[in-house]
């Protein structure tokens, strides 16, 4: 079987990793997202291909549920000594190392696709991991600072990472996705795909920065497989994460329901709730997607193999409709 995922960070990265336990011998292609990447220190960091790669290959801290394990901060307290920051952002050392690579890669002319590919072969995910786009998109949020009253543009990083989301996002917007093209393979890899899936990541800075560069969106609703989504949404509250504080900037309500109306039918064909959300159901199936209730808490690797298997039989269920 091949299966598409469109993953985020942590919620993408940790589902995947009960994907591959529920179905071991698929053949999974991730399409990562890059909306986060930022440039930090003169090096390209991308986060959440990061934490996928580190999480399938064995690295990841797990109590965090990004960066190294058995990590160490001594080059961010020396350049802070230096007066050189940000100093809100958290690289360790043995992270610092991934950064180097890829920024020197990159310098030698290498697309991010191929760096990715070229990073993977050291951690061995056990998946093939594919930014969304070679092209730079930078997810950015528009807020009003309560000091100053000033309303900014901010990297979106800086808004989840220094303020930790604590005032309203207003806009946002993925910035240059509309010049973006998708990296080589993953329109190729949707179009052979089995089964496409969304996993719980956050539907508007992680999928949907993903769904923002064009033609993925069109050859997703187009690939005539199905396509089934796990809610972030759990009891009107993300399970992790701000997406509440996202979701309201583009205009959705925090709840399971709305985030599946928010991909639409033309996207989704089926969609998972969770058991305290069980009279989502009849609002989601009015919208056209099948919806089903099912637990939700990727408390451990089981649970989330469980809300994997969950998810594929819901795909042959609305295969077999």
Known sequence: MRIVVLAGGIGGARFLRGLQQASPDADITVIGNTGDDIHLFGLKVCPDLDTVMYTLGGGINEEQGWGRTDETFHL????????????????????????????????AGFPLSAVTEALCDRWKPGVRLIPMSDDRVETHVAVTLPDSGERKVIHFQEYWVRLRASVPAEAVVPVGAEQSKPAPGVLEAIAEADVILFPPSNPVVSVGSILAVPGIREAIAEAGV????LSPIVGDAPVRGMADKVLAAVGVESSAAAVAEHYGSGLLDGWLVDTVDASAVERVEAAGIRCRAVPLMMSDLDAAARMAAEALTLAEEVRGA
């Open 76 to 107: 961010k307290e020396e350049l802070a000594a230096y007066g050189v920051g940000p100093e809100w952002f958290g690289l360790g050392d043995r992270d610092f190392a991934t950064h180097i690579v890829r920024t020197q890669m990159l310098s």
């Open 226 to 229: 199905p396509v089934v989504g």
